[in-house]
């Protein structure tokens, strides 16, 4: 399963809010919102994401809440 289809799939069944997105230079940016317990939970998924997934690095910035977010979508 591809990266952010996972990542999309693993925010919702944390019931985080948020959206997951591919960037020009290969990267994944997500922003995820929720409880802490849930968001943590989810920060460790994303260090290894899913299967046959390469991950070599994960960076992490909090920020204020956007209280426009309802679920968790894929952008392009």
């Given at each position: 399963?591809?990266?952010?289809?996972a990542s999309r799939r693993e925010?919702?069944?944390l019931g985080l809010r948020g959206w997951v997105r591919n960037r020009d230079d290969g990267t994944v940016?997500?922003?995820a919102e929720g409880p802490a317990g849930p968001v943590a939970e989810f920060m460790?998924?994303?260090?290894?994401?899913p299967a046959g997934a390469q991950v070599t690095e994960v960076?992490?910035?909090a920020e204020p809440a956007d209280d426009t977010l309802a679920d968790f979508r894929i952008r392009s």
């Amino acid at each position: 399963m591809w990266f952010r289809g996972a990542s999309r799939r693993e925010a919702l069944r944390l019931g985080l809010r948020g959206w997951v997105r591919n960037r020009d230079d290969g990267t994944v940016e997500i922003v995820a919102e929720g409880p802490a317990g849930p968001v943590a939970e989810f920060m460790r998924w994303c260090h290894h994401g899913p299967a046959g997934a390469q991950v070599t690095e994960v960076r992490a910035r909090a920020e204020p809440a956007d209280d426009t977010l309802a679920d968790f979508r894929i952008r392009s």
